[in-house]
């Protein structure tokens, strides 16, 4: 994380302000836990929708982060886009993987995906993220190849 000064507009070009990370992460662990409560496996669409938005479209068009990321702190701490990038793909995977195996009726799958997303999820509000970790580990594996 780096600290920078604080932008407040959504245009983030290469690092995105660390609240407004916040603010989708809560949104997505709102939704995993919506959907286990109510036992409704279609809420999972909702956060689904939003990240390939926000994947598309950049986080200015983030649901989450508009409406949740008030809630934080303005911070002037910020995320690298391509590590978000990275987190991100890994939860429309983890959506993905639950939504396809809630259809087919295969809830061990569904719930295996949902807690990986989860302690994902956690783990990234509580400071550590675990994606970042997996891409530098991807990244270290691709350099040892080519090197050797």
């Not at 600290?3 to 959504?10: A, F």
């Not at 938005?53 to 989450?64: D, E, H, Q």
């Not at 809630?71 to 995320?79: C, G, I, N, R």
């Not at 391509?82 to 396809?100: G, K, P, Q």
């Amino acid at each position: 994380m780096r600290q920078q000064p604080v932008n407040l507009s959504y245009d983030c070009v290469d690092e995105v302000p660390l609240h407004r990370v916040r603010g989708n992460q809560l949104g997505i662990l709102l939704s995993v836990i919506a959907t286990v409560i109510a036992d409704q496996p279609w809420i999972m669409l909702l956060p689904l929708v939003v990240q390939l938005i926000s994947r598309t479209y950049g986080v200015k068009y983030n649901l989450f982060v508009r409406l949740l990321s008030p809630l934080f702190p303005v911070s002037a701490k910020t995320e690298a886009r391509e590590l978000l990038r990275f987190n991100n793909l890994l939860a429309i995977l983890f959506m993905t993987v639950a939504l396809v195996a809630f259809a087919l009726g295969n809830l061990v799958v569904a719930y295996i995906a949902l807690g990986m997303l989860t302690v994902a999820v956690v783990l990234a509000l509580s400071g550590f993220c675990l994606g970042c970790f997996m891409y530098f580990q991807w990244k270290q594996f691709r350099a040892r190849r080519r090197s050797a």
